[in-house]
């Protein structure tokens, strides 16, 4: 089985993944006709709760909608998720880990994503990767996975309320800042290619 | 002209009909099933405040207990609302008996999230005594048959039983520093905003249709949930993965979400008053 980690640390917030498969799946969880993936997050202090269940979920459909699981039937793919530090952006960073750990791991993806967290200030300025401070202050947190190929909204989640204007003016900032996280994957991904 | 099989085939069974704009139960895309709603003593007598809610075949029953608390140091001027969500064994036979699976888990943190981001109950409304007591309110939202579209159900059981909700006034006697309920006055909750939630289906990376069953659920691509609140204002957008859409499809999906609320709310307003007391 392929064993493959990724550090994604946008700030102090730092996460490490590790991907382990495709391998064998145990009968009770094996799918006839994909591979079955799960994700398991593990916070900094304490169990894991609703809120990770409730996280593992969503990085779980996330992955489930990239990973191209028909051509590894019967098998599973497991992402293990380890919080390091949390000073804000901590799902976006989750969602980045997590798609480098895919992409390091070789699995045959059909688009890459990323996280973007944006933070609606109560004057109604956007703000792009906030702090712990700034996530506290901040009238509504909205969380976008976008997709590579074409932009679109892979994941969406929010937090607080938020006008529907405001929701899609979040969403075309994330769409744009996407950019520079793909270009972050590919330099990271040159680099550790270029020592071997 | 092939024969297409539900059970064979369910996914090109759908497709056809979908072509047609129109379902097999006979809906349309964009239609709701029928939502009937029962509050107060119909439902369950030893709760504060109960509701039933069906939609459709989707049977979801909410009860909200208040308790008494001393509130916590850092915050103690709030009080406390604690959503569980169940899928018992018997709503469906995908759920087996034991602790709560990731789906139950998942709805409760939905709906914890839900009531934090639309403010519907202010913790501080909950406080009796700073620092000293406050109320607790466990609502325990249980589904009773499971045939797609949880969240809907979940959130407008809740609502509705919140809003049925009468609180004994509580008052702390200076003299002893112990609490006295008197059961007597009682009084109904604050409640700010009424958010209603809207799911919807992604088929085939394309269509979006509302109110999935439990079979067009698991056909489905990807699901999408948006609550709104009555000022047209987003409470939540939640999209779990599944097919990529873009902003535009969002869009519609809002824009028909607000057109539910409305229906929501002016059927519960009518239960409301049908068994409020003259």
Same mark, same amino acid.
């Given at each position: 089985?392929?064993?493959?980690?990724?550090? !994604?640390?946008?700030?102090?917030?730092?996460?490490?993944?590790?991907?382990?498969?495709?391998?064998?799946?145990?009968?009770?969880?094996?799918?006839?006709?994909?591979?079955?993936?799960?994700?398991?997050?593990?916070?900094?202090?304490?169990?894991?709760?609703?809120?990770?269940?409730?996280?593992?979920?969503?990085?779980?459909?996330? !992955?489930?909608?990239?990973?191209?699981?028909?051509?590894?039937?019967?098998?599973?793919?497991?992402?293990?998720?380890?919080?390091?530090?949390?000073?804000?952006?901590?799902?976006?960073?989750?969602?980045?880990?997590? !798609?480098?750990?895919?992409?390091?791991?070789?699995?045959?993806?059909?688009?890459?994503?990323?996280?973007?967290?944006?933070?609606? *200030?109560?004057?109604?300025?956007?703000?792009?990767?906030?702090?712990?401070?700034?996530? *506290?202050?901040?009238?509504?947190?909205?969380?976008?996975?976008?997709?590579?190929?074409?932009?679109?909204?892979?994941?969406?989640?929010?937090?607080?309320? !938020?006008?529907?204007?405001?929701?899609? *003016?979040?969403?075309?900032?994330?769409?744009?800042?996407?950019?520079?996280?793909? *270009?972050?994957?590919?330099?990271?991904?040159?680099?550790?290619?270029?020592?071997? | 002209?092939?024969?297409?099989?539900?059970?064979?085939?369910?996914?090109?069974?759908?497709?056809?009909? =979908?072509?047609?704009?129109?379902?097999?139960?006979?809906?349309?895309?964009?239609?709701?099933?029928?939502?009937?709603?029962?509050?107060?003593?119909?439902?369950?007598?030893?709760?504060?405040?109960?509701? =039933?809610?069906?939609?459709?075949?989707?049977?979801?029953?909410?009860?909200?207990?208040?308790?008494?608390?001393?509130?916590?140091?850092?915050?103690?001027?709030?009080?406390?609302?604690?959503?569980?969500?169940? =899928?018992?064994?018997?709503?469906?036979?995908?759920?087996?008996?034991?602790?709560?699976?990731?789906?139950?888990?998942?709805?409760?943190?939905?709906?914890?999230?839900?009531?934090?981001?639309?403010?519907?109950?202010? +913790?501080?409304?909950?406080?009796?005594?700073?620092?000293?007591?406050?109320?607790?309110?466990?609502?325990?939202?249980?589904?009773?048959?499971?045939?797609?579209?949880?969240?809907?159900?979940?959130?407008?059981a809740l609502l509705a039983a919140l809003k049925n909700v009468q609180l004994p006034l509580v008052t702390i006697?200076?003299?002893?520093?112990?609490?006295?309920?008197?059961?007597?006055?009682?009084?109904?909750?604050?409640i700010r905003k009424h958010p209603v939630a809207t799911s919807f289906a992604i088929f085939d990376d394309t269509?979006?249709?509302?109110?999935?069953?439990?079979?067009?659920?698991?056909?489905?691509?990807?699901?999408?949930?948006?609550?709104?609140?009555?000022?047209?204002?987003?409470?939540?957008?939640? +999209?779990?993965?599944?097919?990529?859409?873009?902003?535009?499809?969002?869009?519609?999906?809002?824009?028909?979400?607000?057109?539910?609320?409305?229906?929501?709310?002016?059927?519960?307003?009518?239960?409301?008053?049908?068994?409020?007391?003259?």
């Amino acid at each position: 089985p392929r064993r493959d980690r990724a550090v !994604c640390a946008p700030g102090d917030t730092s996460v490490l993944a590790g991907l382990y498969g495709p391998a064998e799946a145990k009968i009770s969880k094996e799918l006839p006709d994909r591979a079955a993936l799960e994700v398991l997050l593990r916070p900094k202090v304490g169990l894991p709760g609703v809120l990770e269940r409730s996280r593992e979920q969503l990085l779980r459909q996330t !992955c489930e909608a990239v990973v191209l699981g028909v051509l590894h039937p019967r098998t599973a793919i497991s992402l293990v998720l380890q919080v390091l530090s949390d000073a804000g952006s901590l799902l976006s960073c989750c969602l980045n880990a997590a !798609c480098m750990a895919l992409l390091d791991a070789g699995l045959p993806l059909t688009a890459l994503f990323c996280g973007v967290t944006c933070a609606l *200030q109560p004057d109604g300025s956007i703000l792009l990767d906030p702090t712990a401070r700034q996530e *506290q202050e901040a009238r509504a947190i909205l969380t976008f996975a976008i997709a590579s190929s074409d932009r679109k909204v892979l994941m969406a989640t929010t937090k607080g309320s !938020c006008s529907v204007e405001e929701m899609q *003016q979040c969403l075309a900032a994330a769409q744009r800042a996407a950019g520079t996280i793909f *270009q972050f994957y590919r330099d990271s991904v040159r680099r550790r290619y270029s020592k071997c | 002209l092939s024969i297409c099989s539900r059970t064979v085939e369910p996914l090109e069974y759908y497709r056809r009909f =979908l072509k047609e704009n129109c379902r097999p139960d006979g809906r349309e895309l964009g239609e709701f099933r029928t939502t009937t709603v029962n509050i107060g003593k119909c439902s369950i007598t030893t709760a504060d405040g109960s509701a =039933l809610v069906k939609l459709g075949n989707t049977t979801v029953i909410c009860g909200v207990k208040a308790e008494l608390a001393a509130p916590a140091v850092d915050s103690a001027n709030k009080g406390y609302i604690v959503p569980n969500v169940e =899928l018992p064994s018997l709503c469906a036979e995908r759920f087996r008996s034991g602790p709560p699976g990731e789906e139950a888990q998942a709805a409760s943190q939905f709906i914890a999230d839900v009531i934090e981001n639309s403010q519907m109950i202010v +913790k501080e409304d909950l406080c009796i005594a700073s620092g000293k007591l406050a109320w607790v309110l466990y609502c325990d939202i249980i589904c009773l048959d499971y045939d797609g579209n949880l969240l809907d159900a979940s959130v407008f059981a809740l609502l509705a039983a919140l809003k049925n909700v009468q609180l004994p006034l509580v008052t702390i006697n200076e003299e002893t520093g112990l609490s006295e309920v008197n059961l007597k006055q009682k009084n109904p909750l604050i409640i700010r905003k009424h958010p209603v939630a809207t799911s919807f289906a992604i088929f085939d990376d394309t269509l979006l249709i509302v109110d999935p069953t439990a079979e067009e659920e698991d056909l489905a691509t990807g699901t999408v949930t948006i609550v709104t609140d009555e000022e047209g204002r987003l409470c939540s957008v939640h +999209k779990p993965g599944g097919s990529p859409l873009t902003g535009a499809k969002l869009q519609d999906c809002i824009t028909r979400a607000i057109t539910r609320h409305k229906e929501v709310k002016k059927l519960i307003d009518k239960v409301i008053k049908s068994i409020t007391p003259k």
